[in-house]
Every structure is written in C-alpha cells, then in structure tokens.
C-alpha cells in the first residue's frame, strides 16, 4: 500500500511539473499510467490476434485523452487487439487517439462529452467498436470528418467501425453525409435521442448505412418513418422502435422484409394492429409488442403472414381484453409466447385438426409442434367451459412451465374459482356436456393374420403343439402295449363258486 501511495505521488508530482504542457497539449501524460489504471496484456495465441491488452481508465479524474500507449503493451500494435477505456471521467472534449495499428475497442461513456476533434480516429484505423453513449453530444458537434481516415488517391479512407453507440445523448438531427467514412458499419444505436420527425439530412444519413444489421431507434420521439431511409439498406436484421409515438406500425417496415428478423414496437400509442400491421414479412423470428398502454385490439390475420415467427412477446399491454390463438396455429415454428400481465379473460382456439404422434399409437392435436413456453400469468381470467377447452388443448405443453413457475396463472372469476390455478380447472365441471379432451383415435392395424411376425408365431404354435401331441401318443400307446404284456404272462383266470359248492364248506359242516 505505502509502495502504491509512493508511486500516486510521484506521478501527481509529475502532473504539476508538466502542468503548462498539458494544458496546451491537452493529452494526459503516459508515465505511471498503469499505477492508476488498470493495464493487463494477455499472450494468447489465436487465429486472429497474437495478444489481448486492457487499458481500463475508468473513473479515474483524468481530463483529456492519452498522450501514447502503455510501455507495457510494446511497439508493434498489429497483432494485438486492444480493449481502452476512459469512461466515467470529465473529458468534455475527446481529442485524438493515440495511434496503432491493432484492433481497438474504445468506450468513452459518460465523459460530459460535448466536442470530439476533427480526424480523432485518424491513427486508429482498426477501430471497430466505438461507445459514446451518456454524453452530451449534439448532431452539431457530429460531423463526417471526425470519423475520416488516412488520406490516399485523392480521398479519405474509410475507418474499420462495426459498432457505435450514441445512444442517450443530445442529438436531434443527423449530418446526411455523417457516416460517409463508416462503410463497414453494421451496428448503431441512436436511442434515447430526441430525434422526432426526421430531418432530410437525418433520413440521408441513415439510409446511406448499405451494411447496417441492427439499428437501434427506441425512444427518440419518433411519429413515422420514411421510405426513402430503408431503401438502400439491404441487410438489416434486427430493428428497435420501442418507446416512440407511432400510433401504427410504420409501413415502410415492409421494406425490410427479404432480411428482418427481429421487431421491436412496443411501448407505443398503437390502439390496434391488423392484418396489415406486420404484412408478409415472412422472415420475421422475433415480434415484441409488449408495453402498449392503448392497445386493445388485435385483429383476425395479424401474425398471419409470419410464418417463421419464433418468439412473441404481448405483455403488459393493461387494456388487452382478449386474445384470439387461432391467429397463431400457421405458426408452426413459434417457440415461446408471452402474453402476461394484461388484462385478457378469454382464450379462444377453433378446433384444430389431430396430427399423427409418432411416439405413441394414438393421435392428438398439436397446434403449435414446437411451442416450449408460455406466459399466462397476471391476467383477469374467467374460468368458463371455453376457456378451459384452449388450456386442456395445449396442457401437455405448459404443465412442467406452470409447475415451476412462482406466478402461474389464475381465475380471477366466477367468485367461487378466484385464485384457482387454471392447471387444476380439470377437477371442476365447467362444461354442461362432456369436455372436449384430447382426442384418442386409434390408429389402423392390419388384422393379426396378415402380420408376419403373428404369422411365423402362429405356425410355430401349431408345430410345437403337433410335437407335443405326437409324443404324448407315442408315450400311451407304448406304456398300453406294456401293461397287456404284463397280463399275459404272470396271471389265469379267476374261477368263482358258490358257498354251497365249495370243499371247505362241506368240511366245516361236517
């Protein structure tokens, strides 16, 4: 501890020593960096990189930016990937970056940002994860020229960025031109910016992003978006549009449709959604549509076109009365369904048509073959005969979940099966006519003559029964054959007469 103190000392020391120096440089000197940061270099042989360094400045008073690197992570930067952070600090102005060759991962959260240099990446041209996020930028302070490259053959290059951050700061508008040198961009967020109606240039902006996978536009106040800004992006994947004030899903969604996999639109003023609302975006896996405090309809046909959903999420939607699963049996790749916590009575499921089950001799009805989860919880159910029909129909799938679950679902009327898990509606007779279980239907079989294996047991049978018989008779006839000679040789026959007759009787009356 003394020896750590020391060392603090001796660079605060230094600090005042070159404080005219660094107010008019404005980088933080290197010397003792790593007595008050964090710095780790890790030799680990990989495909892709030599070796890992960390450079963790987090919350440390520092003011401006790194004069260099660390001694400890060397000269030669190309095979290294190195992981830099200066979050938490009061840096308000982010000048340049010290330079390397290696791949670089950079955080700058929480700075006060409010300016960033022109060409601040010059020297980094292999950076490609950028955060500025919880700062207070502005689309003023962002300009195209802060993320150019090197300059060759008459134009600048263009800079390694996949990823960057500006979520949670100031921004109101975007420089068209802004991602001009950001061309292997594949993930941005903007959340939690005020953008609004779109400007031009932000739209332009945006639009200009061929390579973008994920775009993250949640609660940025936004009404609507353009066509023209989904036009030119042919890859995206993944869309966040949560928190903002469509009162319906934007149409030009439709134009992701060859690559969308994930939607994101809840916590919106939507007071309905219909068959057009998500139309043939047949590639969609993941829907959320949870937190919508108005919405309370959601119509015949609106997942109909879904036809690779996996996964939707309708909770927490407070004025959602019921919900039609019928809409959801195309569904047949739909692994988890989240419809909690709204205020839904009913569940309504037309007859389903009995699908053959390989493991067994029956068949049953399965509407949804891979569902694995269902959220039922935190709802007004009235426990009727209708109701009970949909949970008998797909109780084989949501037993073992409502089993381990610390907030199954539960009647809330009639008064009299308040609180009653809707697992255990079996023990009640809530159907004047017998209940609408899963049906049994016995499979066809051949009749037992015409199977091979009934024919090979049957012929064996008659044989073994033949064999039996057989020696049985031969035993007879010759234990027979043995008794009649036995007869013959040892025995005569039996003369009888009377008492008067006899010799002995003369004698005895004599």
């Not at 120096?21 to 270099?41: A, H, R």
């Not at 993930?187 to 932000?202: C, Y």
């Not at 916590?267 to 590639?283: A, G, K, M, T």
């Not at 109909?304 to 939707?312: A, D, F, Q, R």
Request: one cysteine or more; a negative charge; proline letters at 5%.
């Amino acid at each position: 501890m003394t020896h750590l103190c020391s060392k603090i000392f001796l660079f605060l020391l230094v600090a005042v020593s070159v404080g005219h120096t660094l107010t008019d440089t404005e980088f933080e000197p290197v010397e003792g960096i790593c007595d008050i940061c964090t710095c780790s270099v890790r030799n680990e042989a990989s495909a892709l990189h030599l070796s890992y360094s960390i450079l963790d400045c987090s919350t440390k008073n520092l003011r401006h930016m790194l004069a260099s690197w660390p001694d400890i992570f060397g000269n030669d930067h190309d095979d290294q990937e190195i992981v830099f952070s200066l979050s938490g600090n009061d840096i308000k102005s982010l000048q340049q970056l010290p330079a390397t060759g290696a791949d670089l991962v950079f955080s700058c959260r929480h700075c006060n940002l409010t300016e960033l240099a022109s060409a601040a990446f010059l020297d980094t041209p292999n950076i490609i994860r950028l955060d500025l996020s919880w700062n207070l930028l502005t689309g003023d302070v962002l300009r195209p020229d802060i993320f150019r490259g090197k300059y060759a053959e008459q134009e600048y290059e263009s800079i390694a960025l996949d990823e960057l951050d500006l979520s949670y700061n100031s921004i109101e508008f975007l420089d068209g031109s802004l991602f001009e040198h950001m061309v292997h961009l594949r993930r941005l967020s903007l959340s939690h910016n005020a953008l609004g109606e779109l400007t031009d240039g932000t739209v332009q902006a945006l639009g200009s992003i061929s390579r973008l996978e994920h775009l993250d536009l949640s609660n940025t106040e936004l009404v609507d978006i353009p066509r023209a800004m989904f036009e030119k992006i042919e890859g995206l994947r993944e869309l966040l549009l949560q928190g903002n004030k469509f009162t319906t899903v934007p149409s030009s969604i439709g134009l992701l449709k060859p690559t969308l996999m994930a939607l994101y639109v809840g916590e919106n003023p939507i007071q309905q959604l219909n068959d057009e609302s998500f139309f043939d975006l047949d590639h969609l896996t993941q829907l959320n549509i949870s937190g919508m405090p108005l919405l309370d309809d959601i119509g015949v046909g609106t997942f109909g076109g879904l036809k690779s959903l996996e996964v939707l999420t309708c909770s927490h939607n407070p004025m959602l009365v019921e919900f039609d699963m019928s809409d959801l049996k195309g569904l047949i790749r739909l692994r988890q369904l989240d419809i909690s916590h709204c205020s839904i009575k009913n569940l309504h499921l037309d007859e389903p048509i009995p699908v053959q089950d390989k493991t067994s001799d029956i068949a049953y009805i399965d509407v949804f073959p891979k569902l694995r989860s269902v959220k039922l919880e935190g709802n007004r159910w009235h426990c009727d005969c209708e109701l009970y029909e949909t949970i008998e129909s797909i109780k084989h799938i949501l037993e073992d979940e409502f089993q381990h679950s610390r907030s199954e679902a539960r009647c809330e009327t009639p008064y009299d099966l308040a609180a009653l898990p809707l697992t255990d509606l079996a023990d009640k007779s809530l159907c004047s006519s017998p209940p609408k279980k899963v049906p049994k239907i016995p499979i066809y079989e051949a009749p037992a003559f015409l199977r091979p294996r009934s024919i090979v047991l049957s012929l064996l049978s008659v044989v073994i029964v033949l064999l039996v018989g057989l020696i049985i008779g031969v035993i007879f006839v010759f234990v027979k054959r043995k008794l009649k000679g036995n007869d013959v040789g040892f025995t005569s026959p039996v003369r009888y007469t009377t008492v008067r007759n006899s010799t002995t009787s003369t004698i005895l009356q004599a």
